[in-house]
């Protein structure tokens, strides 16, 4: 049985809302891997580049950001941040793939930890820092791309002015190819990893030849290194000082097991898949990073790092220019530029592969929350807002994207040494509790240094948070049935009625024969039926009141001699509505429904429905009726005495 707002929304749409609307899922545990393909599988390493256009594109501003940051000790806190992405975030993230391996990360194993309205309060804050984690990379991204193309010494300098319209303009272009129905990411990002890992490899190597040729340059790096810091001891606690500001040399790994259900092969192969993907990632963009950390600092003077100098977010392409000319200069900014703007599609699809896993299955979303095409345009939209806010300025993004991933990477942790800790695994928890300790610190610094990040994470949050509750409680009179089935015992029962189809709807007790009794006489009493009308009781259980839609299972049971129809689901108006229609459309017959008045103070009653499923019934079931079927004729009927 479909739900009204399925109804509503496959049924008298125009050519335009037919089109935002192709592709809608309706399985609950399934959404589309991304845009205009959601089936496709690839092998591993293809599907790596995909979360690569995320991962390793960061090499366009990572280095600059950790010169900035770090100072000359840029190279020791890039070596800690190496350490932490090997021994920390990999092992974690192998974990996820694991136990989350259909493609929703960290977050569906939380959601397992936690029950009831706790679970879904918790995945509804996560996803505000999902979100605040993934629209950054499309804005940061862009943003840096666009530094890249202004800072060619081959570009208009008439066009230097327009850094915003220039960012907003890529965003465009990335939203319009997804509302085409892109099917070709998977292609266009290996093409585009695999030149941009060439020219940054041929980059890295001219550079670090020119520092062991240059010793002079290495003992002024060493002289400043010396100078500011008395050991070896100190310079490592600097440097763990300033790791957190190097944070986004993390990101892509939630990327990463968000693009798992694109892995070829069966459930096994895939999660062998992802964990090879992950650790090829990470070993490659470990040796990229160590290896650029060493060249820029050393290469690069302190001065070109800061706002308004030539390597402000482009240190490797400043080299690239500097040292093989600004011919391979510019095809290299042509390469990260595009690998820049592409990382917002790795990003997008993220998102569309995570949004509809939730948001629609818990009613926080409009059943179009569901299709690609809203979610497209809803995307593109917010990162419209947060590139005019931040003025497409790299590194005023950098504590608001670093506050998305580290909570991420954070959550994942805690997620593996609970997980860990209840399969009675002492030694992994442990290992994954200090990891999260590491992350803990990590995150707790990064917002002490950055305030701004957390501030922007919460109001994603409590965007979120709000329009879901919103939404959960203007659709919480459609139906929420995914389909109703009736055993045996169930549908003899009804198709055994040979006049009206009566059903009375009791609130289960003591389910003792008083109970039954007392129902059938005072329903048959105040509406006046015979003595010999057939009766059928319909009782509904409550199950967990924060899921949102569900398949009903309809029991029958013969009990003190009355004939009883038993179903249990979140909902108790709906659910009964859901049966009407079902037993409607079973047997041709417009079922009654008779109910009592509840008692107390209706606006309570209400906000027991909404959070508890319960309530005042007799009026909510005719609502979602009414709401279900305009046709007054072939409305089931509510009687309430």
């Known amino acids: 049985m ?28 399934t959404a589309g891997s991304h845009a205009g393909q959601p089936g496709s599988r690839h ?63 960290s977050i569906a194993m939380l959601e397992r930890l936690l029950p009831r309205w706790w679970g879904k309060l918790l995945v509804l804050v996560l996803l505000g820092f999902v979100a605040t984690a993934f629209v950054f990379t499309i804005t940061l991204s862009a943003s840096d791309a666009t530094a890249h193309l202004i800072e060619n010494p081959f570009f208009p300098k008439a ?12 965003i465009a272009i990335l939203g319009g190819i997804f509302l085409r129905g892109f099917s070709e990411a998977i292609g266009l990002a290996v093409v585009l990893v695999g030149t941009y890992l060439v020219l940054n490899t041929v980059v890295v190597a001219v550079a670090l030849r020119e520092v062991v040729t240059a010793p002079d340059l290495v003992a002024d790096w060493h002289g400043a290194l010396t100078a500011e810091h008395a050991s070896p001891l100190a310079m490592v606690g600097m440097s763990l000082l300033v790791l957190p500001k190097l944070a986004l040399g993390l990101s892509g790994f939630e990327t990463g097991v968000a693009v798992m259900p694109q ?54 392409a400043y080299l690239a220019h500097r040292l093989l000319g600004d011919w391979f200069g510019t095809a290299y900014d ?53 590139t005019l806010l931040f003025g497409a300025q790299v590194e005023a993004q950098g504590g608001a994207y670093a506050t998305g991933v580290l909570a991420l990477i954070l959550s994942a942790a805690a997620a593996v040494t609970i997980t860990a800790y209840r399969e009675s695994r002492p030694v992994a928890a442990a290992a994954y509790g200090l990891i999260s300790l590491v992350l803990c610190y990590a995150t707790v610094e990064n917002i002490r240094e950055r305030p701004d990040g957390l501030k922007i994470a919460l109001l994603f949050v409590v965007a979120i948070v709000a329009t879901s509750l919103i939404s959960r409680a203007t659709r919480s009179t459609e139906l929420r049935a995914t ?33 039954y009794e007392d129902k059938d006489r005072e329903t048959r009493e105040y509406h006046h039926l015979p003595e010999d009308e057939c009766m059928i009781f319909l009782e509904v259980t409550l199950s967990d009141a924060s899921e949102f839609e569900s398949e ?24 009964i509505a859901a049966v009407l229609f079902h037993l409607r459309d079973l047997t041709g017959k417009r079922p009654h429904v008779y109910f009592h008045w509840a008692e107390g103070n209706p606006v309570g009653a209400l906000l027991r429905y909404l959070i508890f499923g319960g309530g005042d019934v007799p009026p909510l079931t005719r609502e979602v009726i009414r709401k279900a079927e305009p046709d007054l004729s072939r409305r089931p009927q509510v009687h309430v005495g």
């Open 159 to 170: 066009l230097a002015g327009q850094r915003v319209a220039i960012t907003l303009v890529l």
């Open 483 to 515: 389909r109703v089935e009736l055993d045996e015992t169930a549908r003899r029962f009804v198709l055994g009625v040979g006049g009206e189809l009566r059903l009375i709807a009791n609130e289960p007790d003591a389910r003792d024969p008083a109970e």
């Open 263 to 316: 892995i070829d092969g069966d459930l096994r192969q895939r999660i062998a898949g992802a964990r090879r993907l992950l650790t090829t990632a990470a070993l490659v963009m470990s040796v990229f990073l160590l290896a650029s950390s060493v060249a820029t600092t050393v290469l690069i003077p302190a001065a070109e790092f800061r706002e308004g100098g030539k390597a402000g977010g482009r240190a490797l």
């Open 2 to 29: 479909a739900t009204s707002a399925r109804q509503e929304t496959e049924g008298g749409s125009g050519p335009l809302r037919a089109w935002l609307l192709e592709g809608l899922q309706h399985d609950q545990g």
């Open 552 to 575: 009903l299972r309809v029991a029958g049971e013969e009990r003190h001699g009355y004939q009883v129809l038993k179903v249990e689901s979140p909902a108790v108006a709906n659910t």
């Open 334 to 386: 042509l390469s990260t530029i595009a690998i820049l703007w592409f990382a917002g599609a790795s990003a997008l699809t993220g998102l569309l592969n995570i949004v509809p896993r939730y948001l629609p299955r818990y009613g926080m979303a409009p059943d179009w929350a569901r299709a690609v095409r809203p979610l497209v345009l809803v995307f593109t939209a917010v990162a419209f807002g947060i």
């Open 43 to 105: 092998p591993w390493w293809q599907v790596m580049c995909l979360t690569g256009v995320d991962y390793f594109s960061t090499l366009g501003y990572q280095p600059g950001i950790a010169a900035l940051a770090a100072g000359a000790l840029s190279p020791i806190a890039t070596a800690l941040l190496v350490a932490l992405t090997l021994f920390g975030a990999l092992p974690t993230y192998r974990a996820v793939a694991e136990h989350s391996p259909h493609g929703m990360g």
